[in-house]
């Protein structure tokens, strides 16, 4: 059964700075991998999708990179601004079906 | 707005009553998904369509919940005899199977069972 590990829970950072969110996964048998943002209350809002075959996806001042054999990917978002505070998902598709993670809950402070 | 669209978009109950929700996909998707989502936690699979049938079922999808997609085009989720276990956000959305496999989801029908 795959598994979807998201650390860390919580970051709070000051406007400006660069950060790395973290995404692990149990089976590396992935077709995709998609990262997704989520304000409180709304639905999800798809930022960067990695095919399997792929090592990274870049739009704007987001950039997401994928180790399929290591079971690993990691979001990078440039220069934060307050807009970015919210929940990212990360999620893995497995044959028909994506399993997330429990998400990292942003915050950007002013 | 070509989006996926879903409603109602709130939906208060009380426990044993039916709820149902809507889905409408992006008009040139093929796929279908449902989720549901509880607070704090990522969305758990429930159910997805090719067209209009419906392909696999998760373990979460108790006899209680029905899903149809009659004309491969819009969805229903009904929920029978609700219980307060139930109240969470049921997220739907769609994806083009030739594509990258790229789900795009709507906003979500949050339901509250008293």
């Known amino acids: 059964k795959q598994e979807v590990t998201q650390i860390p829970a919580a970051l709070s950072v000051p406007e400006g700075e660069n950060l790395v969110l973290n995404c692990s996964f149990t089976d590396s048998a992935i077709y995709n991998l998609q990262w997704f943002r989520q304000d409180p209350g709304k639905g999800l809002t798809s930022l960067l999708l990695i095919q399997s075959s792929q090592r990274e996806q870049t739009s704007g001042r987001l950039n997401a990179s994928l180790d399929k054999s290591s079971g690993r990917s990691t979001l990078y978002i440039a220069a934060s601004q307050p807009g970015d505070s919210a929940t990212y998902l990360c999620?893995?598709?497995?044959?028909?079906?994506?399993?997330f993670g429990e998400g990292t809950q942003l915050t950007v402070n002013p | 707005d070509t989006g996926v669209s879903q409603d109602p978009r709130h939906k208060i109950t009380k426990r044993g009553q039916n709820v149902t929700f809507r889905c409408d996909p992006i008009s040139e998707h093929n796929r279908l998904y449902w989720y549901r989502q509880t607070l704090g936690q990522g969305p758990e699979f429930l159910t997805y369509f090719q067209n209009e049938a419906q392909l696999e079922k998760s373990r979460l999808l108790s006899d209680r919940f029905s899903a149809e997609r009659p004309k491969g085009s819009f969805s229903t989720l009904e929920i029978q005899r609700t219980e307060q276990g139930d109240s969470a956000m049921y997220l739907c959305?769609?994806?083009?199977?030739?594509?990258?496999?790229?789900?795009?989801f709507g906003e979500g029908s949050r339901l509250t069972v008293l």
């Open positions: 959305a769609s994806s083009f199977q030739q594509n990258t496999g790229e789900l795009f």
């Open positions: 999620a893995v598709a497995s044959g028909s079906r994506l399993t």
